[in-house]
């Protein structure tokens, strides 16, 4: 049986003008026995472990954006092999529950320690997260972080959905790309992670990989600095399996000169 295997490649940049970088990424190797957190780039073969790869993007002031978005990715590393062992090892049959699970959790925590510490009120983080096991990919994502899947046969597509009116106005066709990253409600979120919100009902989907997907987990910083069709053209030139370039860095390095304004945070990843 063929064995589907994936690259990864991942990167943060705080921008040109912030103090600090809010983002967090996360990469973890696991089965019901054992998991292990990935480095920045590499690659395994998908069968008798499953990996996950996450992108938060912090919100609070002073140092809480960045405590949070840590916290969202500790409790993944935490909680998922959990829910990996109660599943009996497999997610297909109860991906939304555990997922929507783990959201509700990581929301709990960080509504506690804002309603608990004066210095992290209102803090909270958006989550886009990719569960890779050996023929699906199990997503889940709340905020304005992005999931885009880009197949093998071309015609990139965002999966997940900006939680914010803006986003709501484009997915409705009511403005278009260049409407909506210039729009100055853009980063004014409906949903999120904490930050005062009261309930989390997080976007959960599955889609079915095959060799020559890839599947980008990124910031707002990116998307402030490109336009869709650069990053599209952006992974298919650097995700061959012998194109040699590190597609993270080539996207958080372009969006970071043409922009800049926001923390900055790539997660590719390309199945072979």
Not at 39 to 53: D, M, R, Y
Not at 209 to 224: A, K, M, P
Not at 246 to 266: K, Y
Request: glycine share 12%; net charge negative.
């Amino acid at each position: 049986m063929f064995m589907n295997s994936l690259r990864w490649f991942g990167l943060s940049d705080r921008g040109r003008f912030r103090p600090q970088n809010e983002d967090a990424f996360l990469g973890m190797i696991f089965n019901a026995q054992e998991a292990h957190l990935l480095g920045k780039a590499g690659g395994s073969e998908l069968g008798e472990h499953e990996l996950v790869f996450a992108v938060s993007d912090g919100i609070g002031g002073a140092a809480a954006g960045e405590f949070a978005s840590r916290i969202t990715v500790e409790k993944i590393k935490k909680l998922l092999p959990k829910a990996f062992q109660r599943t009996g090892g497999g997610l297909e049959s109860g991906a939304s529950a555990v997922l929507a699970e783990l959201y509700t959790q990581i929301h709990a925590s960080l509504i506690y320690l804002g309603g608990s510490y004066q210095e992290c009120s209102e803090m909270g983080a958006t989550l886009s997260l990719c569960w890779f096991t050996q023929d699906w990919l199990f997503f889940a994502h709340i905020g304005d972080s992005r999931i885009y899947h880009l197949p093998a046969a071309g015609g990139m597509k965002q999966l997940s959905h900006d939680d914010t009116y803006v986003g709501w106005m484009f997915r409705n066709r009511q403005i278009n790309e260049r409407e909506a990253r210039s729009h100055p409600r853009k980063n004014i979120l409906q949903r999120a992670l904490g930050a005062g919100h009261q309930f989390v009902d997080p976007q959960v989907g599955a889609l079915r990989i095959q060799r020559g997907d890839c599947v980008l987990i990124c910031s707002d910083g990116i998307v402030d600095g490109m336009f869709d069709a650069q990053i599209e053209e952006v992974l298919r030139e650097t995700t061959t399996a012998h194109a040699g370039l590190n597609p993270a860095e080539t996207l958080v390095r372009t969006a970071v000169e043409q922009s800049g304004r926001d923390n900055t945070t790539a997660v590719v990843v390309a199945v072979h």
